[in-house]
């Protein structure tokens, strides 16, 4: 008996077949290297890599309150309101409570298995928008291997993030459908998508949001668009009451209304879209060129979502923008190697056998330096805190009292510094200049601009110290300085170890500590040297000639 579908579908060809089954392959290819790039770095490790220690402690402080949200983070002892979108929070709990897994494994392993599912969640997206075939499989690989797309969803504080921006494309996939074809399934899986990107991370909720305001205008301007929209915004907000209300309960809309001015100016943005700083790619940047080419092919043909989409999400979100725009990006790479460079081998290279050939060999060169080019460039900011420092850090833990206050001096941006996060979460100490958490206070910038400036004193010497306690009024007992060099951001946006030459960040203002009465070394080893401040200058010199004597 004939089926109906067979009855209009044409029987499949030999060659239709071979081409599905090498799309198969290929993207079985593209998930297999999609996961190896997002797990390796991490199972490298015995300890989550880069930063995560607030996220850590706040797993914690949910775990030990029965899984109710706390009205404040026991971290670094500043009062924090809990006011973080807690899924992942969650999920790292009840790994710990239900496995034999630690919450500092659930911590390391829960972002990149998050961020190998982005990728699959991904590839519908890319079928979806660009249909089934190689132009998605294609997406799919530039997506896999472009470190923006896992670079910062893959470390410790990854635990928010890779869950958010998982869910954020499974619901902006359902989204783009809602507004093609409508229909209540797709209302109902884009409200569920949509809220738990909310519970997982603002910032991806807010990817959502600018994406569907996208497809809205491009689609969804008639009755039903806009009675779908009402629906799933209400469904949003239903299912991430539990949080949102618990936190205007317990804070009221300040910690909503810091976080709104935490971000960067639009203006960032801008700037970046200006001068094409599209992707942190090492040497040659082959996936941001393909990208741009596809811009130029989409607004030929007057194809204007996905141009729009990235501007978008530029200007939307300065902050988290580079990160987000990995999604068009892909797309676009998609259409410039399947609309340019495919027909042009197909006409170049009219013979079957030499094409295939050429495709292959070109495949695996362009593979290899895509996958090393991007995986070089995030190289340092998924390194893990040292066994040294992790050492030292416990060492303060029984040899220092639980209210005491340190310097934590790295020479690190603040974003990738992985021991002035970590500090608080592994000492239960208190670390003067770790901002992480302030951005839910209005005086983030202040926290950040006192952070910076203390950071100058790593080339001077303890008058510095002195003075900037003064100014910022801050009292300190401790000063915890690393011995690894400066981890900052440099033109192109990549993390480097800077200045090269230099292999120690702080090695000026350790000197000067060592020779000056009023501080004495408590702990020193390969990582970290520990001073102590002594009260006063009498107290300094009575010491200094005891040590003598």
Known sequence: MVTPAAEISPPTSLPARRSLSGER??????????????????????????????????????EQNGFRLPAYTTYNGAGIPFAYPPLGFYLAALVDRVTP????????????????????????????ILGPGLP???????????????????????????????????????????????GWRRVALSSLFASLAVLSHLETALFVALSALLFFLAYGRNRQGVRDSLLVAVGVLALSAPWWATVLAQHGLAPFRAALGAGQSPWVGLVNLIFLNLSQELSFPGIRALSLIG?????????????????????????????????PIALLASIALSEVLHPFLQRALPAERWRNVLYLGLGAYAGFYLILSNTLAIQLLTQPLSAQERLAMEWITIHTPPSAHFLVMTGDDIASDRSREWFPALTGRISLNTVQGTEWFPTLWQHIGAAIALQACNAEDGTCLEHWAAQYHRSFAYVYIVKRPALRLDSSGIYVQFPDSQS???????HALQHDPQYRVIFDNTAVTIFERLPDHAQARAATERERS
Do not use: H, N
Request: include cysteine.
């Open 25 to 62: 392959a290929l993207l079985a290819a593209v998930f297999f290297v999609g996961a190896v790039v997002r797990l390796a770095p991490v199972l490298r490790a015995d300890f989550p890599i880069g930063d995560g220690g607030m996220f850590y402690v706040m797993a914690r402080d949910l």
């Open 101 to 128: 897994l630690s919450l500092l494994d659930a911590v390391r392993l829960l972002p990149p298995i998050f961020s190998v599912l982005t990728v699959v969640a991904f590839y519908r997206l890319a079928r979806t």
């Open 136 to 182: 998605a499989v294609l997406a799919t690989g530039c997506f896999a291997v472009f470190a923006r797309s896992y670079g910062w969803e893959i470390v410790g504080g990854g635990l928010t993030r890779s869950p958010g921006f998982f869910f954020a494309v499974l619901a902006i996939e359902q989204i783009f459908m809602l507004y093609r074809e409508g």
């Open 295 to 327: 811009v130029a092919i989409c607004l030929y043909r007057r194809r204007w979502l996905l141009p729009a989409w990235l501007v978008l999400l530029f200007l939307g979100d300065s902050r988290k923008g580079l990160t987000l725009i990995s999604v």
């Open 504 to 510: 120690d960040c702080c090695a000026a203002l350790r």
